[in-house]
């Protein structure tokens, strides 16, 4: 069901009505409401959005006014906040917590108090407290979950917007994320070798060479994830773990497009580490006290237990402040940088190859090719593990 506006001109002048549009059981039918004379196109307006508004959420009866505080407090985390994500979950209480947070800036004013002028006056002293311009938005934009939800609860007048959708925010800072050359990640992996640290050869040939994965797509990989057959090879990246308050949780990938399946070059770089890494973990799964299960990264000592992101983050900094000192101290996230990076110097190498094994949610007709387009990535990871081979 839905209301729309209609114009309708007579001797007297011109009209407006409100039609209904219904659709039952394949039948549709329309209503119309006649405007009295008189009645101007932007109170048209009003009248059939909040028509709108009623027929969505029911009639509108305004509750008693109540402090955001004890909205978000009594309300919103008990009732609404249950099948959040639970990084999300972390974050929003996080964001509201915090000192200087959204609890400390807006939790003294009533529902209906915040205004554009109030959260205007929010993000201007962020901006000069020094905040970043993605941290602000992120206050923002769970402000807005909050404030919708009391309009559906009938604490705040209805509205098409809420008042973050008017107020002005900093311009996004554009951080470009680092990348290692091929060289360097040769010497990566060859220090890695040296040290016979298996986790990070794993994670530097994995991330640098194989479908730059997440640290979190890491933590979930397990090897029944790895194919390494002769006849063809594959990582399939179908989980992620993240840590919330100290707890390990299992969950979907970040994006719908980081469930992916990238091919390995059978007989190639990253397939012989797999392969050697695989070997060892079957040793290890014999040795009492061994706490590893099936997934691919462990601790390199008793109990083996499987490394967590944050783990996998410390290892990967310690590994190159002692291992390779004369290499950039880049992020973790890097890795992921350098593999779209090395991916585009390979003449040849496409971009829907590059979009598929990487899992990149910013293009997502890609989903659509990725089953036709197995066999091109394939040759592609072939053409990366070539150059990875031939570089010196």
Known sequence: MSFYIETV??????RYRIVRDITRDGRRKRTYHSL?????????KKICCEMNLNAEFGDFMQKKSMLFREYVEDIYFPKYTLYLSPTTKQVYIQMYKTKDGVRDSLGHYTLTEITVE??????????KMGKSPKTIRNFLYFISAVLKQAMSDNYIKRQESTACAFVRLPKPSEVEGNAYTIGQVKV??????????RAMELLVAICCLAGGLRRSELAGLRWEDIVLDKDGAYIKVQR??????????????KTKSGKRTIPLAVGGTVYHILEQA??????LQSKPGFKGGNSVFLMNHAPYSPLTPMALY??????????CPELPNYRLHDLRHTYFTLCSNVEGFSELSMIGTGGHSTVQSSKRYQHSQFEKMRDDMQKLDDAFAQAQ
């Not at 109030?118 to 901006?127: E, I, P, S």
């Open 314 to 323: 410390k290892n990967f900094k310690r590994f190159i402040e002692n291992d």
């Open 188 to 197: 990566m992996l060859e220090r890695a070798c040296q040290t016979q640290n």
């Open 240 to 253: 992620s773990i993240v840590q919330v308050n100290d707890q390990l949780i299992e969950k979907e990938t």
């Open 9 to 14: 001109k007579r001797k007297s002048g011109t």
């Open 118 to 127: 109030v959260l205007q006056d929010m993000v201007n002293r962020y901006v």
């Open 278 to 283: 695989r070997k060892e973990h079957m040793k």
């Open 36 to 44: 009295p004379a008189g009645t101007t196109k932007d109170t048209a």
